[in-house]
């Protein structure tokens, strides 16, 4: 399971390794946690106490320090896996549930019209969607979207990213993703 990093306001920051988050807390890097602990990790022996070090991982965990408020203000990156999760995988044209190998990144605005690889410009389509619409345009091609593309918020994007998310987590997430989201649904 991964831990997932918060700044010291409460904004998503990155998915932690157990292991990258156990560093944390050793070096005093936390202030502050939610949700229960879920993985006790045993270190070394303490000379001066005798006592194995024990640390206790929280599901999600602030980090101290400044807030990086320029990373907050971005876009997040556009991926394909990514973007199959925000589509749910459901191609946008002929609306069926396809397994990953199945799907591609399909430019709305052909990027051979000038179309632009960003998360507005790019939906979900299946293999055969893709071929039949081709560098044509919509109109052209006689297609229509089932759904929209939207660029997804901060929060969004680190559910987008996660691979294996928890409960607490995914309560923390969803509570900031925008109303409108397909993640909702
Ligand atoms: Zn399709």
Request: overall charge positive; charged content about 20%.
């Amino acid at each position: 399971m991964d831990v997932l990093q918060l700044d010291v306001s409460g904004r998503p920051q990155a998915w932690l390794t157990a292991q990258e988050a156990a560093t944390l807390y050793a070096s005093n890097g936390i202030a502050w946690t939610l949700g229960e602990p879920f993985l006790t990790l045993r270190g070394g022996i303490q000379r001066t106490t005798g006592l194995q070090s024990r640390i206790e991982l929280h599901p999600i965990v602030a980090v101290r320090g400044s807030v990086p408020s320029r990373a907050w203000r971005q876009t997040p990156a556009l991926t394909s896996s990514k973007l199959f999760v925000r589509d749910r995988h459901v191609c946008a044209y002929c609306g069926g549930r396809f397994p990953l190998l199945q799907l591609t990144r399909e430019h709305i605005v052909p990027t051979s019209r000038g179309g632009v690889d960003s998360w507005m410009n790019c939906i979900t389509a299946c293999r055969s969607c893709n071929g039949r619409k081709g560098s044509r345009l919509l109109s052209e091609a006689g297609m229509e979207l089932l759904y929209l593309p939207y660029v997804p918020s901060l929060y969004e994007d680190m559910i987008l990213r996660g691979r294996r998310i928890m409960t607490d987590q995914m309560e923390f997430l969803l509570a900031c993703v925008p109303a409108g989201s397909r993640l909702h649904g």
